[in-house]
């Protein structure tokens, strides 16, 4: 977060765009956990053109790739709406915005990588195991 601009946009435009992510099977299986509970692998002609269309005008509008943490998201409409709300922004709130979700792709990303590390964490979701 304080690293120079030109470090933090190199850094965002690394992240594939929501319709690079979301419409590329192998990209989609990276994400598995987030793609099965907003069943992303079922969206259908609509739904993939509205993404599309979202991601250029994103791309057109603010020079960077539209991303957005789907950890938050619960429903795939959402991801749409939040995008063209996003479109509202000033280039300076978008890039801060960017950034916010850099952090949290990477909180999660992070937090999946060690959950088996971390006894306690590990055994407050093992009470949980027998309700799903």
Same mark, same amino acid.
């Given at each position: 977060?304080?690293?120079p601009?030109? +470090? +933090?946009?190199?850094? &965002? ?7 690079? @992510? /979301? @419409? ?6 990276? =994400?598995?956990g987030f793609?099965?509970? @907003? #069943? @992303?692998?079922?969206? *259908?002609?609509v739904?993939q053109? +509205? /993404?599309? *269309? ?7 509008? !603010?020079?960077?790739? !539209? ?6 998201? *619960?429903?795939?409409?959402? &991801? ?11 280039? =300076? +709130? ?8 850099? %952090?949290? &792709?990477?909180?999660?990303r !992070?937090?999946? /990588? &060690?959950a088996?590390?971390?006894? %306690?964490?590990? #055994?407050?979701?093992?009470? !949980? *195991?027998h309700l799903?």
């Amino acid at each position: 977060l304080t690293a120079p601009r030109e +470090q +933090q946009d190199a850094l &965002i435009r690394d992240y594939p765009s929501m319709a690079e @992510l /979301l @419409l590329d099977a192998e990209a989609l299986k990276r =994400e598995s956990g987030f793609a099965g509970s @907003l #069943a @992303l692998e079922g969206m *259908d002609d609509v739904e993939q053109e +509205q /993404l599309r *269309d979202l991601s250029d005008q994103y791309h057109q509008r !603010f020079s960077m790739p !539209f991303v957005a943490c789907l950890g938050r998201m *619960d429903s795939r409409s959402q &991801i749409v709406t939040e995008g063209l709300r996003r479109l509202e922004n000033s280039p =300076e +709130q978008e890039h801060l915005q960017l950034l916010g979700e850099v %952090v949290e &792709i990477s909180n999660d990303r !992070f937090n999946n /990588l &060690i959950a088996d590390a971390n006894p %306690v964490a590990a #055994a407050w979701e093992s009470k !949980f *195991d027998h309700l799903g």
